[in-house]
């Protein structure tokens, strides 16, 4: 169905037009876990009762002397404040950095400095770490008046190409980039998802729940616009809980789940039940789920998993597997749909995308704060790069391959990590596992697998032979590892992601410090 709001200016506006629609309608459900974790209320919060609370904010921070021009960072993770300060502050004009309670306090204040925000609003537990990382920047609880701005505001009207937020991409080298967010492009991914239809169809006043951060674009745009675009019901969990899942889905009534790649993995892993269909999810939206367990994960709890392609910078130029054949389990994210336009570079196979018509840009992130060339790079040719290598099939599916940074060249041969990297998983050894590329005198790079093994390895050399003969079962030779460290961690970013640059300094020192199992001999033809 088409988004039911209109054409509003902002994305404060698209709420106030649900709100006056269905007042009496849910718009938030925090369940008992939640709030028990964070502290605060369970139960419903009406649309009618979020716009008043939604309008007396709005009042206090514009008595306080903000609008256009100012910057707000949130730090209050998934509690429902997120949304009632976004909304408030969005009304008038004022952008919002989300600010993840994971980050360390040098990445904190990075964040803080980079984006300029002239206030910190935190929940209660997190004040102390706001302040702590940048001892400068007024911070108050989200119950609080906020203080006076410290810059007079720059004065005007927020319209759709105002900037509406600054989600800073987690990155897996350098520095995070700060995408800048208009209210166009959070208006049209509500509008998007709103009327994609097929399996991935929204109904009116629909409940969807989701355990993913608010800091990232998956919840705080397709997940909470999508839902204000019907007059539907968020149920956002303050993070996934694998053991409680299922409980927490039959409580929230939800037709529609949001979902990472490692959660059917990690669902899969539990006793079958008697309850595994007791539910009334019709849906779920994602990406990333195993090609092996993507099949098995639909069979057993009765519902498709939509795999779905976009990035922070795209926003609702996305694509989509909503309709039959879905190719489950090939890594296959659907066939695009105009307006997008897509092609894929001859020379390496990465993802290149824009709008058509007249302007390319039209609906993705309108630049990378304080970085013009990077912008610039993106856009190179006229298509955003993506980065994301992907191959399409005659019939034009798309699937994806690896991402264009995390290929290893071995004797002239692209070997992709995440490919892998899902088959050494499979290994009962491995509890988790990252590829890297490793120098290589004669083939130029050699594969270099980081295993953080399931229990204490009493021999490492039999353990590595074993992982790596199991791997040749099922991938061609010069994909497999012909190096091996058992190491006790991962590097991670802030969202759990692998540090790819990290790892590769990382596998590096192994590979100097002689600690790494030389497997090179196993993989002759």
């Not at 309108?366 to 040719?381: C, I, M, N, R, V």
């Amino acid at each position: 169905m088409a988004a039911a709001w209109g054409t509003p200016e902002t994305v404060a506006a698209g709420f106030a037009a649900t709100a006056a629609r269905c007042p009496d309608r849910p718009f938030l459900c925090v369940l008992p876990e939640t709030a028990e974790a964070y502290g605060i209320e369970a139960g419903e919060i009406a649309y009618g009762a979020a716009a008043a609370r939604i309008a007396a904010l709005r009042a206090a921070y514009a008595d306080a002397g903000y609008g256009m021009g100012h910057r707000v960072g949130l730090m209050v993770e998934n509690r429902p404040a997120f949304f009632l300060h976004w909304f408030a502050l969005n009304g008038l004009g004022v952008s919002v950095v989300p600010l993840s309670a994971e980050l360390r306090p040098a990445e904190l204040n990075y964040l803080i400095e980079h984006s300029e925000i002239v206030l910190g609003v935190a929940a209660a537990p997190l004040i102390d770490r706001l302040r702590a990382a940048a001892p400068a920047l007024p911070v108050v609880a989200d119950d609080a008046v906020p203080p006076r701005a410290p810059t007079p505001a720059r004065g005007g009207t927020p319209g759709t190409a105002s900037e509406c937020a600054v989600m800073y991409t987690s990155g897996t080298t350098g520095r995070p980039k700060g995408c800048v967010l208009s209210n166009r492009y959070y208006l049209g991914v509500g509008a998007w998802y709103a009327a994609l239809g097929g399996l991935a169809a929204l109904r009116d006043g629909d409940r969807m729940i989701t355990p993913l951060p608010l800091s990232h674009m998956n919840a705080m745009a397709y997940s909470a616009l999508s839902m204000v675009a019907v007059g539907g019901c968020l149920i956002q969990l303050d993070r996934f809980h694998p053991r409680t899942w299922w409980r927490s889905v039959r409580e929230s009534r939800a037709a529609v789940l949001h979902y990472l790649g490692v959660m059917p993995s990690m669902l899969l892993g539990a006793p079958p039940s008697a309850d595994d269909r007791a539910h009334s999810i019709r849906f779920a939206f994602g990406a990333g789920v195993d090609r092996r367990h993507h099949a098995a994960f639909e069979e057993r709890f009765g519902f498709p998993l939509v795999e779905a392609w976009a990035m922070t910078e795209t926003g609702s130029r996305a694509v989509i597997a909503n309709a039959e054949p879905r190719h489950v389990g090939t890594a296959c994210f659907g066939r695009p749909v105009p307006p997008l336009e897509t092609r894929i570079a001859e020379e390496d196979g990465e993802f290149l995308v824009r709008t058509a018509g007249p302007d390319p840009r039209d609906g993705f992130f309108s630049f990378y704060l304080k970085d013009p060339d990077a912008t610039e790079a993106a856009w190179e040719g006229g298509w955003f790069h993506t980065g994301d290598v992907v191959r399409q099939d005659a019939d034009g599916y798309l699937y994806f391959v690896d991402r264009k940074k995390n290929i290893i060249r071995r004797s002239g041969e692209n070997i992709a990590a995440a490919e892998v990297e899902s088959v050494l998983r499979r290994h009962p050894m491995v509890a988790e596992v990252a590829v890297a590329a490793a120098p290589d005198p004669v083939r130029e790079e050699e594969v270099l697998a980081c295993i953080v093994p399931r229990a204490p390895v009493p021999d490492a050399r039999a353990a590595a032979e074993s992982i790596v003969r199991a791997a040749l079962e099922e991938l061609s030779y010069f994909k497999v590892p012909g190096w091996i460290a058992f190491v006790d961690a991962l590097p991670l970013t802030a969202s759990q992601k692998v540090a790819r640059g990290e790892l590769k300094a990382m596998a590096a020192r192994l590979l100097d410090g002689g600690t790494c199992i030389d497997t090179r001999a196993l993989k002759r033809r």
